[in-house]
């Protein structure tokens, strides 16, 4: 069972302040940290269980900058096989379109059974690479799955709908699916394999390596700006006394003690 | 000029509510452009659902198979994809939800028409699609600009168009199913229902809500001591399910549990909108987050910014003190 795995590595922004820079089409990432989107750290691990189930070989694949190599290294430290980083810095802005393009560019000779993705990146939040890469490839996809069989050589996957509701689906391969949160456990990287990964082989390319020159994005960002402030709460400050024998009155006033 | 084409979301007949935010949105760009709105129901035995639609569209393009008695992405798509080829719509609203999510970007590349998803808004200026997106864990928005065409593909996220009544009275137009089985690489199985767990939060009064927040499972107990004391229930927000500390059923939020409590304190919530649309319709809402700028604070009725490990304990000395 040969898999690939689309990684992404983006800002952590949940419990970030998010500054937007002069361009107002960035934000300002020096004071936030780094790390494979999470989406993508149950997509990976998820074909590593697959891989240690059924063998084969894992591919791990990243559109980014310099420093997702970092991010690779990880992924290949997990258990990945080799990993390749396509070259953002020599493609300009990107939207889901471009992004999926690019990647089907530089992975349509390598060989996939199954391909995953995280369903959506924390960053941009297009949750569309993984569908439109696989209708690019001509294979069928399931989104949002929180649960994969196989049987008789078909996938059967389990996507998450609104309200709990799961749908299961029977999908011949090579398929596409992308991975919501909560499907597995996330393993940890030893140092040890970190160490040992360091030596694994990561290939790079670009736009001399992969036909990507007339790949266009469909949408293009205008400007990033902070929301409009909604019906704001009433926030209750002063000290820890003054504040708990606010939020317990309230408590009081509603009759709910 | 071509028309606003919005898709029908049902369950099995069951229309969903963001058919009618589309069908909303639809409409006001219709009159913008002096367009003709057209809703696509596509079902089996749709008598019903085509009623419960026909106020709000000026057509009902209607197809009425055994073939969509459930949704499958991909015949949903291969029949999407003869209605725009053929009727060149300025505009097709889906909506972003599971369905939409599955079958929207593999239906604009196929059709090589310029869309996006999960849009806030959405507004055509000089044939241009403009479109208001959310980045960065819902901390910042985006104005984006559809490449110009002649066609665009739009999802739009759930409550972010309250929806509006009408009386338009469609006429509806049969249109013949262009496939006649589900293809065989991916085929629709079941519905599985969500287990039933141990508490029903839908039913409590009160809510103790945690999410990201709570850093580790080693801090749970002294959650469990304050819920106990307030005499309410303990929910979540997705990571928590998500690391495993507590169960499925305990998930406030879209893909969770919608809740209505008397009272709903969420402790390290940030405020995802995935979240909000689970609680909103809470009586009072509490919410403690060390950020100040969580989207929390923009539901809540009360808000502290502060750790919540500091609030947590002193709060429930004060609830055990008021009660006596």
């Known amino acids: 069972m040969d898999i690939i795995v689309c990684i992404k590595r983006v800002p952590q922004t949940a419990e970030a302040d998010v500054k937007i820079d002069a361009s107002k089409k960035d934000i300002i990432k020096d004071r936030l940290t780094f790390d494979m989107n999470e989406a993508d750290t149950y997509a990976l691990e998820e074909a590593i269980l697959f891989k240690e189930k059924f063998g084969g070989t894992l591919t791990v694949v990243s559109l980014g900058g310099v420093e997702a190599e970092d991010t690779l290294?990880?992924?290949?430290?997990k258990g990945a096989d080799h990993a390749i980083r396509i070259k953002a810095e020599e493609f300009g802005e990107l939207d889901g379109y471009k992004t999926a393009a690019i990647i089907r560019e530089a992975i349509k000779d390598t060989k996939h059974d199954i391909i995953f993705t995280g369903c959506m990146a924390t960053d941009d939040a297009y949750s569309q690479v993984g569908v439109i890469l696989a209708e690019l490839l001509g294979i069928p996809h399931a989104t949002l799955v929180t649960k994969i069989d196989m049987k008789n050589d078909k996938l059967h996957a389990y996507r998450e709908l609104e309200g709990g509701l799961l749908e299961h689906l029977e999908i011949t391969l090579p398929a596409l699916c992308t991975i919501q949160t909560g499907i597995n456990e996330p393993r940890y990287a030893s140092l040890l394999a970190i160490r040992r990964a360091a030596k694994k082989e990561l290939t790079v390319v670009g736009k001399a390596e992969i036909a990507g020159e007339n790949i266009m994005s469909h949408s293009v960002l205008d400007e990033l700006y902070v929301p409009p402030v909604g019906k704001r709460a009433e926030m209750l400050t002063g000290s820890m006394d003054e504040i708990t024998a606010k939020l317990g009155s309230i408590v009081k006033e509603k009759g709910l003690l | 000029m071509g028309e606003i084409f919005a898709l029908v979301e049902h369950r099995q007949n069951a229309v969903r509510d963001i058919t009618f935010e589309l069908l909303t949105c639809g409409r006001r760009i219709a009159e913008q452009q002096?367009?003709?709105?057209?809703?696509?129901?596509f079902g089996h035995n749709i008598a019903q659902t085509c009623d419960a639609v026909k106020n709000h569209a000026h057509r009902i393009l209607a197809i009425d198979h055994e073939l969509y008695k459930t949704f499958n992405a991909e015949t949903y798509q291969a029949t999407l994809v003869d209605i725009i080829q053929k009727e060149k719509p300025l505009l097709t609203l889906i909506g972003h939800t599971a369905f939409g999510w599955d079958l929207a970007p593999s239906l604009a590349t196929q059709l090589g028409i310029p869309f996006t998803t999960d849009c806030l808004a959405l507004e055509i200026r000089d044939d241009l699609a403009h479109a208001t997106r959310q980045m960065y864990d819902g901390k910042l928005n985006a104005h984006v600009t559809l490449k110009k065409h002649d066609s665009y593909i739009v999802t739009l996220r759930s409550g972010s168009v309250p929806a509006e009544d009408a009386s338009l009275n469609a006429e509806v137009q049969n249109y013949e199913p262009p496939l006649s089985a589900e293809p065989e690489y991916r085929k629709f199985l079941?519905?599985?229902?969500a287990a039933v767990g141990e508490v029903d939060i839908t039913k409590a009064d009160i809510i103790v809500s945690i999410g990201r927040g709570i850093k580790e499972q080693a801090n749970m107990p002294a959650i469990e001591d304050f819920v106990k004391a307030i005499g309410g229930v303990l929910?979540?927000?997705?990571?928590?399910?998500d690391a495993g500390w507590l169960p499925k059923d305990r998930q406030v939020?879209?893909?969770?549990k919608t809740v209505k409590p008397k009272l709903y304190i969420a402790?390290?919530?940030s405020g995802a909108f995935q979240h909000i649309v689970g609680m909103k319709g809470a009586d009072t809402i509490i919410a403690v987050n060390k950020d100040p700028n969580a989207p929390i604070f923009n539901e809540a009725d009360y808000g502290v910014v502060e750790d919540l490990f500091k609030v947590v304990p002193a709060l429930k000395e004060k609830i055990v003190e008021l009660k006596g």
């Open chain 2, 34 to 41: 002096n367009a003709q709105l057209t809703a696509l129901l």
């Open chain 1, 73 to 77: 290294r990880i992924a290949l430290a």
């Open chain 2, 235 to 241: 929910a979540c927000s997705r990571p928590v399910v």
């Open chain 2, 253 to 256: 939020g879209s893909s969770g």
């Open chain 2, 190 to 193: 079941e519905y599985i229902e």
């Open chain 2, 267 to 269: 402790l390290g919530i």
